[in-house]
C-alpha cells in the first residue's frame, strides 16, 4: 500500500480533538523517531497503537503504544505535492 502522505505533500492537522477513532490519521512527536504520520491500529486506556499505510514505514513494534500526551493533532486533510 502506498502512503497517504508523501514527502512534500501539505497537511492540515486537527489539534483539539475529543476522539480517536480506528484508522484515523494523526501526528505524533516520538520521543526517539521524531515527528510520524501515523494511521490508528487500536485505542484503548493505556495508549495508542499505530501502523504505516506503507510497507516500508517503522513498525508499530519499534514505536510501541503512543500515549495521548504525544498526537499533535489528527489529519483534517492533504493537498499533494505538484507533480
Given at each position: 500500500m502506498?502512503?497517504t502522505?508523501k514527502?512534500g505533500?501539505?497537511?492540515?492537522?486537527?489539534?483539539?480533538?475529543?476522539?480517536?477513532?480506528?484508522?484515523?490519521?494523526v501526528?505524533?512527536?516520538?520521543?526517539?523517531?521524531?515527528?510520524?504520520?501515523k494511521?490508528?491500529?487500536?485505542?484503548?486506556?493505556q495508549?495508542?497503537?499505530?501502523?504505516?499505510?506503507?510497507?516500508?514505514?517503522?513498525?508499530?513494534d519499534k514505536?510501541?503504544?503512543?500515549?495521548?500526551?504525544h498526537i499533535?493533532?489528527?489529519?483534517l486533510?492533504?493537498?499533494?505535492k505538484?507533480?
Amino acid at each position: 500500500m502506498t502512503p497517504t502522505c508523501k514527502p512534500g505533500d501539505f497537511i492540515v492537522i486537527l489539534r483539539h480533538f475529543f476522539r480517536i477513532n480506528i484508522n484515523d490519521v494523526v501526528v505524533i512527536q516520538h520521543e526517539h523517531l521524531g515527528m510520524l504520520i501515523k494511521r490508528v491500529a487500536s485505542v484503548d486506556s493505556q495508549g495508542v497503537m499505530l501502523k504505516g499505510d506503507d510497507t516500508r514505514s517503522i513498525s508499530s513494534d519499534k514505536i510501541g503504544k503512543v500515549a495521548r500526551q504525544h498526537i499533535m493533532g489528527k489529519l483534517l486533510f492533504r493537498i499533494a505535492k505538484k507533480q
